[in-house]
């Protein structure tokens, strides 16, 4: 087997990821792997590195993917916009459309606020979570920007932040009343310029900058000018310190031109910009990594008068990202469980009955699908070791040298195998340019894994419904062993109430994660089994199976509404939809399940039940291992 790899210069030891998926044949001589990744160099021994070769990190390298903003946001909510095709209004035409808005189209500035507000809560509830950023300070002015952040900041309250309002210069008229009364209802504190702390750092996770809209000229005046230095303060506290809060500037970065932007450029430097209605020109020179469009109200006939490009809204969502999301890397993603402690003679004698009381955990804390699981199966040419073994091999050697501008590695042994081969790491001393260590990962992974849904679990195994002629469904008839995956995230589960509890006190809740593995072989359920699930399925759902010749390549997804729609037509009687003899169910028999739990600094728990066989009969032996 032949590595080649790309030289580094330095002349210390050089550690290297690659990888490579393996072409799917049985011979693997003289395999070429090509680099994944250089890392620095490192001037360890090669027993240092054989310490740190499990780091997840490391395991990670060769599928390093970028993932958007501070958390992940929800599924189609902030789809990808290109700023560069969108419109962007000037300070006459914002004027004019709010107008015309008001004016012959019959919209009141209490709808257009309260529409604006949501949008803006909306935003940040996309990008910070109430988790992470709770204590909000809305900072608003004397006109609609104001009214905008003070409709924000209820809406943030109902969210679950907790916000504050600052609003130095009240607006005596009804709407701005209302808006204080529902917020002081709400036990929302207000807070003068005086009380304010010298430090909004210190007390704050969320700054939302509500003082100036599109109507804002000249120069900011008392008491806004300081309110704006403060803002300014932080962004520069935020160059020099891990954790500052965030600012939300609400339609315009306050103090900038409308048009120019920030002119001096020492103004304020939000961390997201929620344009209201359609971007204003001074958008363009928003350079921070949220840029959102709200106010979902704009009808068709300003969008022609004034010949408005906007993002759509994706779904009903009140926001739309424009602009690429941020990446970050993913091996930043760092998430710690907090969850009492699985203990051996805590959980149930039998997988089964353990497997069910964490199901219904799932299914009590209002996770959706907890039934999804994802599916591995292996061709005949797999060798998946169960009974608690991995489903990898590894191996660690010395050997080979590094030639002139590539590495050859000789491997010793002949492996037969399909899948993917990860190389660690390995070491050359840039000196001798010998290879000094080299570790790789192999997976037998011909194996392939999709997510199916469960339908019934007992004694007897897991069973999920599918198409028989399916990728899925070939490779069990060449090897029925399978492994199953549940992950459960986000659970829900209560503290103790204490004897004297009494109504009004705090109950904490906290969130944990659960994984269950299960694995053994699989046989097709028997035919009336399947026949009385299918149909007990929706009408559609049968239809939709006779549809699909799953895993067929198809020219469109037209063929499919095609073949549904004749179906349909077929079947408007209403009589019994034939069950394809293509379609049908199988049961995994469980010959391994491990239970895994999140804890703490990555310490969790992992519980294997393995059968044995003691006087004839079945008993599960539980172990732990190591996390
Ligand atoms: N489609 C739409 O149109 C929608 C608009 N919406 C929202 O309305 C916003 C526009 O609102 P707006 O017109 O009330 O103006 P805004 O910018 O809040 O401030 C005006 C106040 O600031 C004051 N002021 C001005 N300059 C100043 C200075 N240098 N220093 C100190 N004060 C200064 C000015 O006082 P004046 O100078 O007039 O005495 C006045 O009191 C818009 O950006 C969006 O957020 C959404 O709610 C719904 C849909
Ligand atoms: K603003």
Redesign the pocket.
């Known amino acids: 087997m032949t590595m080649v790899i790309r030289k580094s210069s330095s002349r210390a030891m050089t550690c290297l990821f690659l990888y490579q998926l393996l072409p799917p044949t049985r011979s693997h001589h003289n395999h070429s792997f090509s680099i994944y990744k250089s890392c620095r160099s490192l001037s360890k021994t090669p027993s240092d590195f054989l310490g740190s070769i499990w780091c997840p990190t490391v395991c990670a390298a060769p599928t390093i993917r970028s993932f958007s903003s501070k958390f992940s946001e929800s599924n189609t909510t902030a789809r990808m916009q290109n700023p560069e095709s969108i419109s962007y209004l000037t300070q006459r035409e ?2 004019e ?2 107008e015309i ?2 004016g012959p189209l019959g919209f009141s ?1 209490d709808q ?2 309260e ?3 949501l949008s803006v809560a909306t935003s940040i509830a996309e990008v910070y979570k109430p988790s992470e950023y709770s204590r909000v300070l809305a900072i608003c ?8 952040g003070l ?1 924000a900041a209820r809406h943030l309250h109902h969210f679950g932040y907790k916000p504050s309002v600052c609003y130095p ?1 009240r ?1 005596q008229k009804p709407l701005y009343n209302g808006l204080v009364t529902q917020l002081e209802s709400l036990s929302v504190p207000f807070l003068s310029v005086e009380d304010l702390p010298v430090d909004l750092s210190e007390d704050f996770d969320i700054l939302v900058d ?12 008392p008491p ?2 300081d309110l704006i230095q403060k803002l300014v303060q932080l962004c520069n506290f935020a160059q020099n310190h891990q954790k500052s809060p965030v600012i939300v500037s ?3 970065p306050s103090g900038w031109h409308v048009e120019e932007g920030d002119v001096s450029g020492e103004g304020v430097k939000p961390d997201m910009l929620v344009s ?2 359609a971007p ?1 020109l001074c958008a363009k020179r928003f350079t921070g990594p949220h840029h959102f469009l709200g ?1 979902r ?2 009808p068709s006939s300003i969008v022609d008068k004034f010949k408005l490009h906007l993002p759509p809204y994706p779904g009903t969502s009140m926001c739309v990202r424009i602009g690429k999301p941020p990446q970050i890397d993913i091996s930043a993603l760092r998430q710690n469980y907090i969850s009492p402690e699985l203990l051996e003679e805590q959980v149930a004698a039998d997988p089964i009955d353990q497997f069910c009381k964490w199901f219904d955990e799932a299914l009590a804390s209002g996770l959706r699908e907890p039934n999804a699981m994802a599916l591995s199966t292996v061709g005949k040419d797999g060798k998946p070791q169960l009974k608690g073994a991995q489903n990898y091999v590894e191996w660690v050697g010395s050997f080979g040298v590094c030639k002139k501008d590539k590495c050859e590695l000789e491997l010793d042994k002949e492996i037969q195998f399909l899948g993917l081969v990860q190389v660690l790491f390995m070491l050359i001393d840039t000196i001798t340019q010998d290879l000094l260590v080299t570790t790789c990962h192999v997976t037998f992974c011909n194996s392939s894994s999709r997510i199916v849904l469960l339908k019934g679990v007992d004694k007897d195994g897991f069973v999920w419904y599918t198409n028989y002629e399916s990728q899925k469904a070939h490779e069990l008839s060449e090897n029925p062993q399978a492994s199953l995956l549940f992950y459960w995230d986000g659970l829900k589960r209560q503290a103790m109430l204490p004897l004297h509890f009494r109504p009004g006190s705090k109950v904490h809740i906290r969130l944990y994660k659960h994984e269950v593995r299960v694995e053994g072989s699989v046989q097709k359920v028997p035919d009336e089994e399947s026949e009385q699930y299918f149909h007990s399925r929706p009408r559609g759902s049968q239809i939709g199976a006779i549809a699909s010749k799953q895993s067929t390549i198809i020219p469109g997804r037209h063929i499919l509404h095609q073949t549904y729609k004749e179906l349909e037509g077929k079947y408007s009687d209403g009589s019994l939809i034939p069950k394809p003899k293509h379609w049908g169910g199988y049961r995994l028999k469980p010959q391994l399940f491990e239970f895994w739990q999140g804890q703490q600094s990555r310490l969790h728990d992992r519980l294997q039940y393995i059968p044995q066989e003691i006087d004839g009969k079945l008993v599960w032996k539980i172990v732990r291992l190591a996390p």
Request: glycine share 18%.
């Open positions: 914002a004027a459309v709010d808005l008001m500035v257009l606020m529409l604006a507000g002015g004397p006109g609609n920007n104001g009214g905008d409709v210069k607006t509500a003082m100036f809209g599109f109507s804002f000229h000249g120069s900011p005046r806004f000018d609400v339609d315009i209201l209605t204003k106010g109200f704009v």
